[in-house]
């Protein structure tokens, strides 16, 4: 059964490759002994503003076997996303990741793929597929898995990619081989703590949900709080200062996916092009893009933030 376990493992990383992933980690499905605390602490305290969904299910967040019945094994995956041109320097920004297609649609073509092929090579295995979109805590997994240590900035970080990558698992009720966590590269270094427009990143390790750009131009559904004006270094949705800045993304290396390739006209799209945006401009640049989450209303509002 030992020769199974290690054989099926390397089955499944070798076929998430050919898939297309950047990197793949098992690790056992168990309660986060570790995160209950941190988590808890951060909630009591606020930091998720008006993102009440991260209250709900506090159990299922920290207990993978709440979420896939029998489950045995969590893989972790991540997904290049950094793009090879960025938009002009005179442009309002957008988080890169939101440069192509939905990432919630790709990845989950993707692990679909990946959960058949296991059924197809090894047998009857349940599981379910998961890419932001349920109380998965899924950097803790990925970490627990080996795939890089949890950054100062919350992020997870690779030294061999830095940290322009989408994270995605699937719980299964297969035993597998296990990885062990990396450890920590970030050491004296404070840049994203220095360089945060918001000072969202409250101490090494925990950011305030709630004074993040990417909160205010994504989540936040009422009007930005006017004490923000002039410190949102031109995001308009969603912000990379804190990757931008960290020393490990030198090794970031664009992306082969072409799903994630922008729209023509978002790259060369000025300032001005952003201000006079039209419904149509945005329907037709943001065709299956992330961007449709804060729809055309909550664009122009951050633009007029921005703008005035």
């Known amino acids: 059964m030992v020769n199974n376990k290690s054989k099926y493992s390397q089955l499944i990383k070798s076929e998430a490759k050919r898939l297309g992933f950047l990197s793949c980690g098992i690790s056992k499905a168990a309660f986060l002994e570790e995160e209950a605390p941190r988590l808890e602490k951060w909630l009591n305290k606020n930091m998720n503003g008006e993102m009440r969904y991260m209250e709900n299910h506090f159990d299922k967040r920290l207990d993978p076997t709440k979420l896939v019945e029998d489950s045995k094994s969590v893989v972790s995956l991540l997904l290049n996303y950094y793009p090879d041109k960025i938009q002009n320097e005179d ?20 692990l679909k793929s990946l959960l058949y092929f296991i059924q197809e090579e090894i047998g009857e295995v349940s599981g379910r597929a998961f890419v932001d979109s349920a109380p998965v805590l899924d950097k803790a ?37 296990y990885d ?69 993304n030198r090794f ?12 023509p006209e ?5 300032k001005k092009d952003w201000e006079d945006i039209t419904e149509e401009t945005f329907r037709k640049v943001f065709k299956n893009s ?19």
């Open 91 to 110: 442009s309002y920004k957008l988080s890169r990741y939101a440069y192509g297609t939905d990432y919630h649609f790709v990845i989950k073509d993707k």
């Open 180 to 248: 062990t966590p990396t450890t920590d590269h970030c050491g004296t270094c404070t840049a994203c703590i220095d360089a945060c427009p918001t000072q969202a990143i409250t101490e090494p390790y925990v950011v305030d949900g709630s004074k993040c750009i990417s909160y205010f131009t994504i989540e936040l559904k009422e009007n930005i709080p006017t004490e923000f004006k002039g410190k949102f270094d031109d995001w308009m949705f969603g912000c990379d200062v804190c990757q931008d800045v960290c020393p490990w």
């Open 252 to 263: 970031s290396k664009p992306h082969n996916e072409p799903l994630f390739n922008p729209h």
């Open 266 to 270: 978002l790259l060369s799209m000025s």
């Open 290 to 308: 992330a961007v449709k989450r804060t729809k055309y209303s909550g664009l122009t509002r951050n633009i007029k933030f921005l703008k005035t």
């Open 141 to 177: 997994w990925a970490a627990k898995s080996g795939l890089g240590w949890i950054g100062k900035h919350s992020n997870l970080l690779s030294q061999k990619v830095g940290s322009f990558f989408f994270i995605a698992e699937l719980i299964i009720d297969l035993e597998l081989d």
